[in-house]
């Protein structure tokens, strides 16, 4: 596929989800992707991108926002406490808040004079113990938890697992919300972006669809 097509289904999505025009963002995630690739989404006038390693976004976004006006840029990845600091000062969203341990750090940052990017909570939908995120169970406290500390919270996000269906896992993000009141949920990647959408996505991540597979190589 490539940024119109994506762009076009997406459309599609909304509509058949009988949601406004508008009401999904879509998140380019142009990690492990060669610079001209990103260089030529940017060329054609898209601006919100994802991106999962603070090291690698360090590498390449400060030059593009150099050249291109009204870049957003959101963290997707897990983030190590100890490169909190970077991460604020590198991204408008931070997406993957998941433990105390790390809103607590934020929350010392902004005593320190640090602008907060938005914070979205990562939720482990699965309960999947290799990958990162509150569990579900626990989701309600933890964000009351970061409301107490004064994290500008949004939102939430979740990875469903590989080998399932995503459906259930974009219900139980979208009912996390909705009982918490935040507007903002990312979910849905390029092979269930429309499911997503469905389920009341608010942003979807989509990588490969747009810039091609990616070359780990
Ligand atoms: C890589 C990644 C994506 C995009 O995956 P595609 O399948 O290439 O669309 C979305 N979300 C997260 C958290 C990712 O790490």
């Known amino acids: 596929m490539?940024?119109?097509?994506?762009?076009?289904?997406?459309n599609d999505a909304v509509e058949t989800a009988c949601r406004a025009p508008g009401?999904?963002?879509?998140?380019?995630?142009?990690k492990v992707q060669?610079?001209?690739r990103v260089d030529a989404v940017l060329a054609e006038g898209h601006r919100l991108f994802g991106e999962n390693k603070v090291q690698e976004a360090a590498g390449k976004w400060?030059?593009?926002?150099?050249?291109?006006?009204g870049i957003i840029l959101h963290l997707i990845g897990p983030l190590q406490t100890n490169k909190a600091r970077q991460a604020m000062e590198l991204f408008d969203v931070i997406q993957t808040l998941d433990r105390?341990?790390?809103a607590n750090i934020f929350a010392r940052l902004i005593g320190e004079g640090l602008d907060c990017p938005d914070l979205m909570i990562q939720v482990n939908t699965g309960a999947e113990p290799q990958k990162a995120g509150v569990l579900p169970d626990d989701a309600d406290d933890f964000i009351a938890e970061c409301r107490d500390l004064g994290l500008p919270i949004i939102g939430v996000m979740c990875i469903p697992p590989a080998d399932e269906d995503p459906v259930p896992h974009f219900k139980l993000?979208?009912?996390i919300a909705e009982r918490n009141a935040l507007h903002e949920i990312s979910m849905g990647m390029s092979a269930d972006f429309e499911q997503a959408v469905a389920?009341?996505?608010t942003c979807v991540r989509v990588g490969s669809a747009i810039f091609g597979e990616r070359d780990y190589g």
Do not use: M, W
Request: hydrophobic share 45%; charged share 25%; proline share 8%.
């Open 2 to 10: 490539s940024l119109a097509e994506v762009t076009q289904a997406l």
């Open 23 to 30: 009401d999904v963002a879509l998140i380019a995630v142009s």
């Open 34 to 36: 060669p610079d001209e």
């Open 62 to 69: 400060p030059a593009f926002r150099e050249r291109y006006n």
């Open 100 to 102: 105390p341990k790390l």
């Open 173 to 175: 993000l979208k009912d």
């Open 199 to 201: 389920c009341g996505a």
